[in-house]
Each structure stands twice: as structure tokens, then as C-alpha cells.
């Protein structure tokens, strides 16, 4: 099968017409020395049914979701998404348009997205947030080079308590750009330790905070933002449910705040697509990476939307762009703006309010067992690492043989970390589940 | 004037309720967190019904216009069908609801999808490893750029510079420029080819990479591509391929073939994924042998009995450019779309593709200005400069089109060519419309004859007229202001 | 003019590939059938791509309105919110892939919505069984007429009439001279109300059946409803509930409380299944324990073991009304609304429907007749009798409201109030739309007065203007003619 | 949760508008004697993240298609539906519409619903086909009462190789008109026994013929119709992909067709909602039941579509309409509409000829075996009747084991049956599942 519409006739007639004599005369002029002449290797085409079936048979060789009890996080939530946003962000009309460039046949979408700044303009309580970037942890990366650039200076600081992942991008996108990047360790809690970044402001830019951070721990940001002085102040929050309680990272003063925008409406996908989100300030917007929606007036002066601050791009600055983003994660944009929507006030708090009693729940179920004990004594939110006296890989794979993962085994990232699990619970975490766990864990030992 | 949400939200409206406290999480956030971790005030959220939430999400979509509603000649984008099929099967829990972090067993399924799909890709473009990593094609050229900064770098010295043609896409020199490159600019000739000669003058040692793409943006394949290769390897330069304009040679050259050391895919171009108003797309890389081992990490491999397993051990990996494994559902449809296709399939679209860009230009090269006299390959660029005098651009063009029913093209890109149209037919739309597209052109260029006060105030036919995108920048309202508490 | 998707067909243009020849079945028609079976000419469909279809398709829907884009009074319809998530999850092949004619084993959960379902609608309606065979409302009037001329008969005597309201809906007549009875009307009296006197005229041992609504087609309770069950049992004759306008009354009244004998469910109305631009409903009946015998076969019962199975074992059966079970998607849709109302949201919902109706009415009864000025449920009816002098009818103003973004009411129904208007906002619309459509509904008064024109030539901003029925009927162009071979 | 999206607030204003104190007053005006003073006894509200997770484990215990080799059919068919199909109709302007009596605000389904009479019209050889029944049994039963209505006749004939559930219908239909229903005997090659019918004609108003009948045969519709003379002939068809390749039932003569729509893009479903096909010729279009889609003009002369000739319906004629039928299939009809524009002219003859093939390489397959052999020696499209020397129920339990739905056994039908099974083979049955039937039968025993 293919997509190509065309007769034969159709063919015979639009060469006819450019006067050649088959389709391989269109490629007549490609120097020969580089033509393929081969087969590509491709399998044999398939049919709609038969692709279905094939799918379906790959399909189950993964878990399925239903049946497990998943108590993993780490920066990938398993919410519940609404049926509302499949059905309305698939719609033909959002999903097959392509970035607004002609706003006068794109105001659906310069209207979803401009509602979308708005919405996460007021979870995070800044001023702007932008189109989307590519996920939380490219968005962060993006940031300390922004951060950089409006300090002019060529140091950051970073917690260490930050996602590992996203640690790894930001020295990806920064390693070439001479700019040093400086892991500030965490304390005994858990918590990005302030005395050493007080001890390391010299030449820095600013510092980058996960908030929560990779633990599921609160950072005292107050206090970091008050050590720094006008320094700039970067977050990164990878669960922003969490905003639907605490304090939004811009009232703390974030210069920048990012995060990864997955919980609001996009499913686990594997790890992908994503939703990297990035606001500031409005004193900062020159400088910000990726796509602005703004509102304007057509020539009768009604209200509409159009794409604004394009000279700040790639396509119009070139090598001198805030940065190289073009296609960015626009569908997902929608989905959270349509999440968030469906949501309201209300159900945000309540969704948010949920995840962090629930989880302090299930933490009270867990350390209530023999050998199990909280790692961080510090306030969290819907994550928190426990640590266990028995051997970690055992006990693992024990509860991953009655269907539950009991998170992500911290020894991955760190060594030192061998015996801590980092515990994620939502919504989705029901009582059954908690039955489940707590009666794995009873009596458990190696 | 369409409402926004906020505007009809109204204090304690709704219908929809998340979670109903159940008896076993029943503490309050004030006994849970300290009090100055705890928002003062709720976020500012619309208060709706789902009703409400349905209907004005539906009715704002219509306000658009994409692929499914009308054709979409977006130069450069690849506005072809997205087959509804690939929506289907990626919104199946089998696919959509999987853990990145799952232990390895539990994720085979989608395992088997990048590694299949990558191996169709390396087919596809004669690279010999492709990972999926970058989220869109800029993202992977900026990939690209660090794998071959790390193998500069690996031997001995970075380099300092990336030569890009002065047609090159915006995201060309951006990216080189986060990858820590100097830009340098090699014209173009005047068959609209790379001037091979001032190229010549261009390279030294410090050229770390040239990137093209090819068919370039005018929609010309590049002649001497295979000099071109030559002269950056005599310079021990590497050749980037930019692949937003694979679709046009599919299965009839290989970048690999024509001397590209790497090349960024844009799946959500070429591999029939739609583009979602902005994105996700994904932007994976493929790579010659010699560069595998500076690829970003996890590689997905296989064993010998068969399971596929992430590889991290590449030490000397550039590391990662995005969490996970890439935009994952994107790359299943790719892997759909490519199934579907199969080997002659892939033959037919770039013919397709082909055909129609040719047979439309064609249909409409009398009336506008074809800048180069060449062969084309799947789009072409055409100037309305001779309707300067009156006062037309192609901006005027382009929103008059809108009245027709056809999306606009591409305008003002690439930037050597003086009020241009860049038009991409596609190989999904039928001859009626290429047919009805060059006669509404053909039709429009009468029109500036006799009344261009119509393409001027173009588009008449839309929810809002011309917007005015000078006031958006003066006044930078980019959100909805809180008007309650 | 739209085109039709035959206008956009062309020979031999396609995309879509059904199936492969596979080597397994390579054999020819006529190599199998005789060639007198074999047809001569291919049937004469549409020869267009897949993007054609999903273009074409995509942009007809938009000449549509729906509850999902515009407020849908119309009224006997209840046309309320249809939840998403109904669709989400009938989609599931687990649902939508079970072969009627399963073993049972294989089809345990379709048996189980099947049985809870029936249970609820129990419960909702006060009667001993359900049974889901019936495609639509009407059809469940027949099939509940069918079950109670089968007890006649039982009894040993059919029975020769039915009496049903002078307010009733079409299809309440239409069903009982299906089920071979005469129909008679009684006459409602000046309250809206079923005449009890000359009910009690009507009344004799021939009567098999009175069909009600309650409330009634005019949205007004039917106050006597229980003289009027003593008097139908009083000769032996069984009630029946007509039940479109069940929304009214959930939870606050059942029909079996009532004295029906029995009860037809319209699902698709009180359970919010999405209309389907006509269908398919739900038709579900519902029979006091004296009528289960009589009901179509199979009945879903549940073994010890806690098994379902389909009992086909009831020799006094009326049979069947149609193949197979009846439409269970609809009923899991019904299902999966129940279950998210729960016991609290049934009663919420009535609340809600009665409440919009009310206000609604009060917002507009200045400028419109009120035929009957009495307590109103989840509709009314009002007349635009006033404005006739000034040549304007219920039509006009239907129209007229179109202009203003809503979908009119129903019109010119019930029969006995002339030139009227129907309204029926239900429970899912808030309080600015039923104002905003008061608002409009009073405005167009006003423009009776200034420029009644407005209204007789409207509507304005539709995609065709108004439409000549009367050429239709003359004319009738069933079908697009065939223009090829 | 329910969807009531007032407040507290409005219901307050609103009641007080209406003088009314509180929710309850609305309802103060019913009888107190009827009104219900308990609980109705639902179970509780559940929220969208336990609904779908519930589901998931109802769902569970239905058997998963795709792991069954299953060659039932019998009226029901197993199709593959392309996902188009269901996001077209998914569409809400389609699906929240309703019938379109403004026909201003509906041209999406009125267009749509044209184009399905237009193609079903042609695929059946009729002028018209309405705009959808109930099902293929419901059709056939008032194509039985449109015709003796026509006649005025009481008498009618039936096959009864017709699809017994139809049968039953049609029974249930006519009983109470005083409609008499005379079965015609099938013959040793299973078809409809044309001696029977020449023999009772007298005082007939018609008969109607499966086509293909239900033992998957296609009968003699030419020698039927020649039998008759000026009796109306009416057809059912349950399987109308047969008629990509057979003769149409209206180029033959028949005066009024039937069937079931549910192979054209409906799914299985476990038996509805499904798709009644109803056509007939002009001259009997008045006596039709069911909707009309008529094109006229509008006041400017553009061409538009509305409902015609509703005066023969229920909403208009009452007692004295064609039928009483008011909501129908659409949703189906459209899905029909949209299965067969994809397929067009020439998929729709590949797919039918697709099933006729491969359904004579399964008959081919299952009778080289020992103990099966075909029990009616008719041509055939998809379906076909087995029978075997050996228990059948063991036989049908032995291969349900196998994940093998061996069709239907036809002693459920028909005592004298008790050794047969109806075989249907459609696309959706490939190679392995072919293999795997023949392994499994391969020296089967008892
Ligand atoms: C020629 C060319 N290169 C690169 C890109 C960048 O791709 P993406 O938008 O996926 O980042 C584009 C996108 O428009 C393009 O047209
Ligand atoms: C009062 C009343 N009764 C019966 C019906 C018939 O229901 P259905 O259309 O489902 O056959 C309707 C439908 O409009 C109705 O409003």
C-alpha cells in the first residue's frame, strides 16, 4: 500500500505534460555514481489488517499497565488521562496543522496555546511560559544556557538532587559552550545543601533546583533564592501536580522555572512525547528560548492570536537565535491545556491534595514493615525513597514476581544509594494495590 | 470573536471530579507539609463544565485549518496525510501506558519497535546505526553536531567552524551555534547548487562539519554532492544530512550512499506523522560506523537469545540530549507508516512526491518567477517580484490563497530568494487539486491585474482578518489576566 | 457547494489496499460460481484516496451541529451531554470484537453488563425485568405492546385497542397499529393533562393498553396518573410508560411506583448515548413480574456458580424483534453512565433537567403563550401564536434562532398546540447558555416587531439557506446518478 | 459525579427566581402517593480513573479476538473495520447530531446519509435505500409487511434457509396482523425448494429468499423470480460484502432487498448496534418505511439535502404511517457510508472476491480431512455447511481448546442439523490460523 493517489493515466498524462517518459526520468539528473540501484531491504508492504494483528502481537510482549501495581516515578507519572483529551487533541483539525505560521487559519491552535500559557503561567506563578520545548530535562538545559547568557557568565550551579537524566542533558547542551557546570551535593535530608552553594557563588550565574527534587523532596527555596542574592535562580520540577498544593517556584522568586509537562494529560509513551515546559519573567522574555503565542486584533480590530517575538528564532536570527527549537511539542501543549481545563481550580487542588496524602499513606504502610525505613526525613510530595536492610536486587524482583515494581532502584544512579528505592504513588495507586504491597512486604526477608 | 476558556469559567462551575477522597488517605496538606510550602491561593484555573470543555475545544478546532481539512503545500514541512491508522494503534494501552523505567522484560514490545524501526531507517538512508533520542529535526542536528564534535574532539581537537549554505533552514547555523560552531556561510551558484568553488575557498582544518541538505531548500538536487563529500573528507570534515527533504529521493539515494557521515531524520516529516500544530515530531540520527560509539545513550541491542536490552556502556557517548528514549509514540508510527509502505512503497512516495511538485510547477511557471532554471525535485520556489510595482508581495499572495481554500505555502524562506513562495505538493493529493492549487495561483496573478485591493486585504473568507503582528509585539499580552480571585 | 464524495471520484484512483492476494487462495470468481451469480459490472462506488475520505468527510461534519458545538434544545429529545469516555471505552476490542454467537464462556463480561445494567434499570424504574432486544424507543413500544397483547392472548382475549393522548408522540400510535390494535385518542383537558372523563368514556374490555409519558409530552406531570392505572387495571387493560421523558423523574418517581405494567427505556435519550445523527439508540423494556414470561428470548440469567448465561428456555415468548441481543454498545454506554452518576448523580440529574427548564421558562414566558400555566418538569412548550398576524411562525423563529448559535427546539410537536416550540435544555447546559438562548429567543421577538424579514429569510449564516422541502418531495433525488461506467 | 454544571450559588439564584426554596420544590407538585421516598439502590458514583480501571476487568473476561482463530459467522461477521472509519464517526458533529429535522444545521449527516443510499442503492441494484433500519432482521420484517401491504394479500412465503433469527422476526412481526407465514423447505443442496413455491402461490402476496441464504448459498434468485410472475419478491442479506462479486438481488428482480449492514465498517460488537438495509424500487418508494434523504435547493438555488416524504412516517401519519420506526441506525449507516468510500469501487470487489476465495481454500482444506465433508452442494461466497462423522460437541470442545471457534453448530437450530457446522471465513483469518485448523483436525478422532 501506498498514499499516492495517481491513475496510471493520472502518471502518463503529468509526464506526458513535462515531457518525460517514466518516473525514473524524474530522477534522470541525479549523478549516477550516487543512485541506488538496489532494493532498499524494506519488508513486503502490509495491509491495515494485517499491520493491526502484527502490532497487536508486538503489543503483548509488554506489560500491561492494569495489571501491575507500579509504584515507579522518576520523572515519568502514571496519571489518569481523561478520555475528553484523546478525543479532543485528535482531532484533525489540531493534530494535522503545522506550527501557526499563517495565523488567520490557525486560530484554534493559537488559542489552545495561548490558553496553555496561561494556565502553567499561573501553576508556576510567573509571568510567561512559552510555547513548549522538547521535555523537562532539554527545557532545564535550555535554561542554564539562558541563564548564562543574560548573566554573562560561563559557571552554573546545579543540585546534584536534580533528576539524573536531566543532569546528563544540561551537561550535554553545555560542555561545548565553555560553560562549567558545578554539582552542589545534598544533605543528609536530602535536600541541596545551601552552605555549599553559598561557598561557590564566585563567577556563577545562578544555581538550578529541582523542585521537588529528584527524591520527591520540597527544597527550601526560600532559602536557596535568599543565599544566592541576584543571582539567578533556575528550577526544574518534573511532577508539577505538586503546584496544585505548594508554593509555586516564580512567588520564590525562580527566575526560570521548568518542568516536565507528562502529568498533565500525556501518557507514559515509553518516555515519549513529552512536554517541556519553560516560563520567566517578562523582563526576561527577549532572551527565552522557543515559541510565544500573543494576543493582537485583526484589521477590525477583533481580538486574535498570532505567533510574537519571532526574532528571537532560528528562522528569522539564524546563528544567533535564544536557541535552535522549531517543531516543538505543540500537541502536547494542548493536551495539558485540554487536562487542565477538564481539571479546573478545584480539581487540581483536589488531584494534587490526593497524590500527597496518598503517598504519605503508603510511606506509613511501608515503614510500619520490618527493615523498611524513610532514607530523607523531609517533606515530599507524591515521592519519597525508602531504604531497606535487605538485599535490594531480591527484593525487587520478589515484587516484581507478584506484579508490583516497587519504584526505580536508586543503586542506578548511585552508588551510595545501593538500598534505597525512589517510591512514586498518583491516583492510580488504588487499595487494592496497597493490599497487595503490604502483604508482600509482611514477614518479608531475604 | 470565539471565547476563551477562562471566559467561561465561572467560580465553583464544574462537573468533573478526579478522585473521591477515599477512606484511607484522609489527612489534609497542612498536617502533611509545613505551612510554607503550601500555596496561598489555588492556581488560577478555568472553572467549566466538561461540557464546556468539549465544546469550545471543538469549536476552536475548527478554526483551523491542517491536512485533513485542506491542502497544505507547507515548503520544507511535509504536509502529507497522516494515516489514521498510526492514531489508532498508538493510543492502544499496550503502547501508550508503558513505564520508561520497566524493567527490561516488561517493555519488550517497544524495544522491538526502536530496534526495528531503527534498522529501517539505517536501510532507508545507509547509515549504519540510528538512535531515536532528539526530539525533532533540530534537536538531532544539534545531536549530530556534538557526535561529530566528539569525534573531532576524540581526535585531538574539536574544530572550530560549520559551513552552512546561505539556503540552509534557519535551524542549520542555530544548531551549529549551540553546538559551540563558528557559522560560516558558503553561497549559493547560480543554478541555486553550492558554489563549489567559493566551498573550496571556505574549508580548512577548522571545518568541523558542512551540513547540507539534499534536494536543498529550493527543492534542487545538489549536482556535485559527491565532490562536495570528497572535499570535506580531504579536509577530514564530516557532512551532515539534513533530512527534512528525504521524502523526495526515498529509496533512490542514500545519504549514506552520497558521502554523509550523519544525517537527522524528521519522522514527523517524512515518516507521515502528524504535526500536531507545532510537534512532537522526532528528530532520530543515523551515523557512519566510525561515529556509533559517541551516539547519545542507551542503545537499544539485542541479545543472542533474542531479548533487546538498553546498552549503556558507551563511555565515550556525547550523553544524553533528552530524558528517555526519544519521543517514543512518534517512532511507532514511523514504524507503522514504514510497515504499510514496505520496500516498493517507499519507491512510490518519493516518485509521488516528485511528480506533483514538477507537474504543479509546471502548471503555474508563467505567471510567477522561477529564480533558477533547474530540475526539481519534490517542491520548488517561485517569486512574485515581477508583481513588485504593484505593490504585491508575496505575503499578499500567500493570504489570498487562504480565500481559495488551499493553505499557504512556505513564504520567505529560503532567504536568497526575494519574495518567494516555497511550495511542497506532496505525494498524497490527487491532480484535481494540484490542478485547482495552480489555477487559483494562475487566477490570483490576474487578480493583482485588476483589483489588488483583494489580495491585499486577504484573507475575506476567515474568523479573523489579517492580524496584526506588529501590535502583538508591541504589547506582549501573552497570557489571559486573572480577573477573580 | 460541497461536493459530493462521488463529484470527487475519478476512474481507477484509489489508495487503499483491502487485501493482498495471498498464494493460499488464488482462484478466480468463475472458476468457483457459475457465471450467472457473477455480477456484471462492479457496483458503482466512489474511486477516491484515503485522504479524500477522511478530507471529505472531516469537512461535511462541520456542516453539522451538535451537542458537542452548540446548545441542542430539542425538546422530547434530551439532547444532554454525551461523556467521552463512553466512546473511549466501547472502542475497546474487548468490547466492540465479541461475536454474538461466542460460547458462552468467551463472552462472561458482555453477559455481566448486560445483567447489572437491566438490574439498575430495575431499580430506576420500579419493574421486575429488563430485557435489552429493542433498537430504539419505538421499537421497545412495540415489543411492550407485543408482550402485553401475549398476556391478553394468554388470558384469552388479544384485546382490540390501545389508547393513547391526543399529546403523544407519533411513534406511540404508529407502534400499536404494528401490534394490530386500533388506536384511540384521548383527549387531554385544560390542564395538559389526560381527560379523565373522557378516558373513563373510552374505557371497555376491548381497551389492551393505555400509553403514557409522564411527564407528558408537554413536560407537565400527569397528576391523576394513578386514578388513571386504577382505571386501565380496573378493566383488566395494562399501562405503558413511554419512556423518553424518563430524565424528568429520576429517582424522584418510578413508573413502576406509578402503576405501569410496563416501560420502554429510550437509552440513547435519559442515558446519554451520543444520537448518532438518528441513531442507534437503546429501546430497552422493562415489565412488571406478572409480563417476564412474555418477554423476548434469551433472557441473561446467572447460574449458582455465579456464571451468566443466555436462557432461551420461555415457550410463552413473543419471540424475537430483532437478531441477537440487542444494541449492546448503547447499553454499555448506559452502563458506564449509571455507574459514574451512581446513586446520588441519578437524582442530581433530575434535579439539574427540571431546574434548566424551569428558569428557562421563566426567562421568556413574557414574550411568548404558555398554553397551559401549570408546574412544568424537564420541558415546556410554548407558542409563537402571537406573531401570526405579523406572518411569522414557529418555523421562523426556529430559524431565526440559528442565526443565534443554537440548535432550534423541536417544532409543531405535540399536535396540539399550535405553531410551537418545544424546549428541553436538559441538566448538562449552565447557567449562561440557557440565558444567552433566552436572551436570543427574546430578541428575536423584539426583531418580529422591527424587521420581521429577518426571520423569514433566515437563517443567515449557514452554509445553505433555507431549503424547499416541498421540491424534495416533488422530485425526489434519492441517490447520486451514476455519470461513468 | 454527575454533569450538572451549576454551582451552589446558581441553583440558589435559580430557585429563587422561581420562588422556590430548594431542590425539592420542584418536584412538590407530583402526588405524594407515587413519589419515591427511598434509595433507588445504585451502587456509588465512581470517578473516570475507576470506571476504566473496572472495565478493564470486565472486559478481561471476554475472549480476545485477536488470540482466537474463530470462523464464526451466521449473520454476524467479522470484518476488518479501518480505524478511519471510526474516527470519522467518531467525529461529534456526527455523532452528538440528531435525526436532521433542521435540515440548515445538518447538511454533514443529510450529505453523508445521500451518499449512503447512493452507494448501498448500487451495490443492491435497487433506485432506493433508506436511510437505515434496525437490523437485517427487523428489515426483512417489514419488507414482509410493506409487501403484503401492497398486495393486499395476508399470505406470505419465507425460506427457510433464511437466517432462523430473522425468521423468528419476521414470526414476531406479522403474527398480530393477521399475516400468515408459510416456510418453504430447503432442498438437498440447500436451497430454497422452488417446487414448494410454484406449488403454493394462491392467495401469496410474495416470498422472501436468503441471498446468499444462511447456509452461505447463493439461490437461484432468476428462477425464483420466473416462478412467481407478478408476486412480489423480497431478499435478505446478511452478508452484502457477497455481493462485490455476486449478481445484486435488484437486477434480478426483487422488489423489495434486505440485509444486515453490519460487514460495511460496523464492528461485531457482541450483535449491535448493526445496520437494517432497506431498498426498494421507485414506484413502491411511498409504501417504505424508514427515512428518506432527498436533494433540493435552497433559497438561492445552491443544492442541500433534506428528510423527504415524511408524511409516510410516524411523526407525521401516526397510526396510519408505513412503520413506527423513528430513531434508526445512522451513526451505522455512516460508518457504512465512510467504509465503502475508502474501499471504493474497486477495494470492495478485491475484498469480496478476497473472501470467496479464501473461504473455498478453507472448504478445500477442512473436507480433504477424514469424517468432514460439505453437506450442500451449492455454490457458496463466504460460508459453507460441514458435517462430520463425529460428536460434534466434542469435536467443537476439542477445538475450542485449541482456541478454535469451529463457526456454529447448527444443532442449535435444527434437530436434523445436529452433525453440521456453518463455516464463515473472512479476511480477518490468515495463514496460521488455516494451519492451525488443519493440524488440529489432522487424524482427529473421537
Ligand atoms: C530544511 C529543514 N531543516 C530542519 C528543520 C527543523 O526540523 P524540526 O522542526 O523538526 O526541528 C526543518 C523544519 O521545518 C526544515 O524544513
Ligand atoms: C415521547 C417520545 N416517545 C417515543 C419516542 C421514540 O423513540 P425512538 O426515536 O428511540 O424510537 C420519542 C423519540 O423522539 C419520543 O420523543
Chains 1, 4 share one sequence.
Not at chain 2, 115 to 137: H, N, R, W
Not at chain 2, 342 to 351: M, P
Not at chain 2, 395 to 402: E, H, N, S, T
Request: glycine letters at 8%; a negative charge; proline letters at 5%.
Amino acid at each position: 500500500m501506498n498514499y499516492v493517489p495517481h491513475t496510471k493515466e493520472d502518471v502518463e498524462v503529468m509526464l506526458k505534460r513535462l515531457g518525460l517518459n517514466n518516473i525514473e526520468d524524474l530522477f534522470s539528473h541525479l549523478p549516477s555514481e550516487v543512485l541506488n540501484k538496489d532494493k532498499i531491504g524494506l519488508p513486503d508492504d502490509l495491509t491495515e489488517k494485517d499491520i493491526v494483528k502484527e502490532l497487536h502481537n508486538i503489543g503483548v510482549k509488554n506489560k500491561d499497565i492494569l495489571s501491575l501495581s507500579s509504584f515507579l516515578g522518576a520523572g515519568a507519572y502514571f496519571h489518569f488521562v481523561p478520555p475528553v483529551v484523546d478525543y479532543l487533541s485528535g482531532r484533525g483539525e489540531f493534530a494535522t496543522a503545522y506550527t501557526p505560521y499563517q495565523p488567520e487559519v490557525s486560530q484554534g491552535t493559537l488559542t489552545a496555546i495561548f490558553e496553555y500559557q496561561t494556565m502553567l503561567s499561573y501553576i508556576f506563578g510567573v509571568d510567561v511560559i512559552n510555547a513548549s520545548m522538547y521535555d523537562g530535562a532539554s527545557s532545564l538545559a535550555e535554561a542554564v544556557l539562558m541563564a548564562t547568557n543574560i548573566a554573562r557568565r560561563d559557571k552554573f550551579l546545579i543540585s546534584s538532587a536534580i533528576h539524573p537524566e536531566y543532569l546528563q542533558v544540561v551537561k550535554t547542551y553545555t560542555k561545548n559552550k565553555g560553560i562549567e557546570i558545578v554539582e552542589v551535593p545534598f544533605d543528609e535530608d536530602g535536600k541541596t545543601d545551601i552552605k555549599f552553594i553559598k561557598k561557590h557563588l564566585l563567577d556563577v550565574a545562578g544555581v538550578a533546583i529541582g523542585y521537588p527534587n529528584f527524591f520527591g523532596i520540597i527544597e527550601d527555596l526560600d532559602d536557596i533564592r535568599e543565599a544566592i542574592g541576584d543571582l539567578l535562580l533556575v528550577t526544574s520540577t518534573s511532577e508539577p501536580l505538586s503546584l496544585g498544593i505548594i508554593t509555586p517556584p516564580g512567588e520564590l522568586g525562580a527566575d526560570i522555572v521548568t518542568g516536565e509537562g507528562m502529568s498533565f494529560g500525556n501518557p507514559l509513551a515509553f518516555g515519549g512525547p513529552y512536554l517541556g515546559i519553560f516560563g520567566t519573567s517578562k523582563k526576561y522574555v527577549r532572551k527565552m528560548p522557543g515559541r510565544l503565542v500573543g494576543q493582537t486584533k485583526d484589521v477590525k480590530g477583533n481580538r486574535g492570536f498570532v505567533l510574537t517575538l519571532s526574532t528571537r528564532e532560528q528562522h528569522i536570527r539564524r546563528a544567533k537565535a535564544t536557541s535552535n527549537i522549531c517543531s516543538n511539542e505543540g500537541l502536547c501543549a494542548l493536551r495539558a491545556a485540554i487536562y487542565l481545563s477538564l481539571l479546573g481550580k478545584e480539581g487540581f487542588y483536589e488531584l494534587s491534595e490526593y497524590n500527597l496524602s496518598l503517598a504519605h499513606y503508603v510511606k506509613d504502610v511501608i515503614i510500619a514493615k520490618d527493615g523498611f525505613d524513610l532514607r530523607f526525613a523531609s517533606p515530599f510530595f507524591n515521592e519519597f525513597v525508602i531504604k531497606t536492610i535487605y538485599n535490594p536486587d531480591k527484593l525487587y524482583n520478589y515484587l516484581l514476581d507478584k506484579d508490583i515494581i516497587f519504584g526505580l532502584p536508586l543503586g542506578r544512579y548511585r552508588k551510595d544509594m545501593k538500598d534505597s528505592f525512589l517510591i512514586n504513588v498518583t491516583e492510580m495507586i488504588n487499595k487494592r494495590d496497597i493490599e497487595k504491597l503490604e502483604k508482600a512486604l509482611e514477614g518479608y526477608h531475604d | 470573536m470565539t471565547k476563551l476558556i477562562y471566559e467561561l469559567s465561572r467560580p465553583g462551575k464544574r462537573t468533573y471530579i478526579p478522585v473521591k477522597k477515599e477512606n484511607i488517605s484522609s489527612k489534609f496538606p497542612h498536617e502533611l507539609l509545613p505551612s510554607k510550602f503550601i500555596r496561598k491561593k489555588k492556581a488560577y484555573l478555568p472553572e467549566v463544565s466538561e461540557l464546556e470543555v468539549v465544546r469550545h475545544f471543538t469549536n476552536i478546532s475548527q478554526l483551523n485549518v491542517g491536512v485533513d481539512t485542506n491542502f497544505y503545500p507547507l515548503g520544507s514541512c511535509t504536509m502529507k496525510y497522516n494515516p489514521k491508522i498510526s492514531e489508532y494503534i498508538t493510543q492502544d494501552s499496550q503502547f501508550k501506558d508503558i513505564h520508561p523505567y520497566y524493567p527490561e522484560k516488561f517493555s519488550q514490545g517497544a524495544l522491538e519497535i526502536l530496534y526495528e524501526t531503527a534498522s529501517y531507517l539505517e536501510k532507508i538512508s545507509g547509515m549504519d546505526k540510528v538512535t531515536f533520542q532528539p526530539a525533532a529535526g533540530a534537536h538531532g542536528e544539534l545531536t549530530s553536531l556534538l557526535v561529530i564534535r566528539a569525534y573531532h574532539t576524540a581526535n585531538g581537537n574539536p574544530r572550530k567552524k560549520v559551513i552552512v549554505p546561505d539556503s540552509a533552514h534557519g535551524t542549520n547555523p542555530a544548531s551549529s551555534a549551540l553546538a559551540g560552531y563558528e557559522v560560516i556561510e558558503v553561497r549559493s551558484n547560480e543554478k541555486g547548487m553550492v558554489d563549489c568553488d567559493h566551498l573550496r575557498e571556505l574549508m580548512d582544518e577548522d571545518v568541523a562539519a558542512i551540513m547540507l541538505t539534499n534536494p536543498n531548500t529550493l527543492g534542487i538536487f545538489e549536482q556535485n554532492i559527491k565532490k562536495i563529500a570528497d572535499l570535506a573528507h580531504e579536509y577530514g570534515a564530516l557532512l551532515h544530512y539534513d533530512g527534512a527533504n528525504l521524502n523526495a529521493i526515498l529509496g533512490r539515494v542514500r545519504p549514506g550512499d552520497m558521502g554523509f557521515d550523519t544525517i537527522q531524520f524528521n519522522l514527523h516529516k517524512t515518516f507521515a506523522t502528524p504535526h500536531g500544530g507545532g510537534g512532537p515530531g522526532s528528530g532520530p540520527i543515523g551515523v557512519k560506523s566510525h561515529l556509533v560509539k559517541f551516539l547519545p545513550v542507551p542503545h537499544v541491542e539485542k541479545k543472542k537469545g533474542g531479548a533487546y536490552f538498553l546498552n549503556y556502556d558507551y563511555p565515550e557517548s556525547i550523553g544524553k540530549v533528552r530524558a528517555f528514549y526519544g519521543n517514543f509514540l512518534v517512532v511507532l508510527k514511523a514504524y507503522i507508516y514504514l510497515r504499510i509502505l514496505g520496500e516498493r512503497g517507499i519507491f512510490e512516495t518519493s516518485a509521488g512526491a516528485v511528480l506533483n511538485a514538477n507537474y504543479l510547477l509546471g502548471l503555474i511557471k508563467d505567471k510567477f518567477d522561477l529564480p533558477y532554471n533547474e530540475r526539481y525535485m519534490h517542491e520548488f520556489v517561485v517569486s512574485t517580484k515581477r508583481y513588485k510595482d504593484k505593490g504585491i508581495k508575496a505575503l499578499d499572495v500567500a493570504k489570498r490563497l487562504i480565500d481559495y481554500g488551499f493553505h499557504p505555502p512556505t513564504i520567505y524562506f529560503p532567504l536568497i530568494v526575494k519574495e518567494d513562495l516555497m511550495i511542497e505538493p506532496t505525494e498524497t493529493e490527487d491532480r484535481e487539486v494540484i490542478e485547482a492549487f495552480a489555477d487559483a495561483l494562475n487566477s490570483i496573478a490576474e487578480e493583482i491585474d485588476k483589483d489588488p485591493d483583494l489580495l491585499k486585504e486577504a484573507p475575506h473568507v476567515t474568523p479573523v482578518g489579517r492580524l496584526d503582528e506588529v501590535w502583538a509585539a508591541k504589547h506582549l499580552i501573552l497570557r489571559y489576566e486573572k480577573t477573580e480571585n
